[in-house]
């Protein structure tokens, strides 16, 4: 059964730094990996999907990597904002058409 | 991308009445939606998947009789909790599938926030 762990479970830096958020999955045949971001009492908001035969993906000052064989998956995050403080969510799933297994999150806070 | 709407976006009810959910994807048809819940400070957990014309499948744990699932056509289902007592009160979600609309990625519901009194 896949098992999807989020380490740091919260963070907190100043603005303008660069920082990594880390996933990491118990079962290296999960077909693509999404990251989501997730306001205080709001829905999903999408962020990333890296598929299957993808290593990484970017959408501005995002790039989130995917190592299938190490069962890891990070999100670099480049000069934080205010703005990005959130809950930040990856969750995975072994086709496209089945339900995700999600982690239990980071989060970020970004001081001005 | 695909959009998928929930309604009502909160619901506060008495213990003891039940609630309808419903989850519609707007740009195309999906035999298959699921349903997640999460309880404050924690992640989603899947509680079922919602299958056009077949019975829903529960997770270990959920209770059929009480989460009754109906996925009335290609681009409805709906969750009905029955009896709802306050330990239901959580964030419902529901997603749908972007394989019917060619991407592989998940269409996710902007969620139902039911409190039980």
């Known amino acids: 059964k896949q098992e999807v762990t989020q380490i740091p479970a919260a963070l907190s830096v100043p603005e303008g730094e660069n920082l990594v958020l880390n996933c990491s999955f118990t079962?290296?045949?999960?077909?693509?990996l999404q990251w989501f971001r997730q306001d205080p009492g709001k829905g999903l908001t999408s962020l990333l999907l890296?598929?299957?035969?993808?290593r990484e993906q970017t959408s501005g000052r995002l790039n989130a990597s995917l190592d299938k064989s190490s069962g890891r998956s990070t999100l670099y995050i480049a000069a934080s904002q205010p703005g990005d403080s959130a809950t930040y969510l990856c969750?995975?799933?072994?086709?496209?058409?089945?339900?995700?297994?999600f982690g239990k999150g980071t989060r970020l806070s970004v001081i001005a | 991308g695909a959009v998928v709407s929930q309604h009502p976006s909160w619901v506060i009810c008495k213990s003891g009445t039940s609630v309808k959910i419903e989850c519609r994807s707007l740009?195309?048809?999906?035999?298959?939606m699921f349903w997640y819940r999460q309880f404050p400070k924690q992640s989603l957990m899947l509680m079922a998947t919602?299958?056009?014309?077949?019975?829903?499948?529960?997770e270990q744990g959920v209770e059929k009789d009480k989460f009754l699932i109906n996925h009335a056509s290609l681009t409805l289902s709906t969750l009905t909790v029955t009896s709802a007592h306050p330990e239901d009160s959580s964030f419902y979600i529901c997603?749908?599938?972007?394989?019917?609309?060619?991407?592989?990625?998940?269409?996710f519901g902007p969620g139902t926030r039911l409190t039980v009194l």
């Open positions: 969750a995975g799933g072994p086709s496209g058409n089945t339900p995700l297994v």
């Open positions: 997603s749908v599938p972007g394989g019917a609309g060619g991407t592989d990625t998940q269409y």
């Open positions: 890296i598929q299957s035969s993808q």
């Open positions: 919602s299958n056009e014309g077949s019975k829903a499948t529960y």
């Open positions: 079962d290296s045949a999960i077909y693509n």
């Open positions: 740009d195309f048809q999906a035999t298959t």
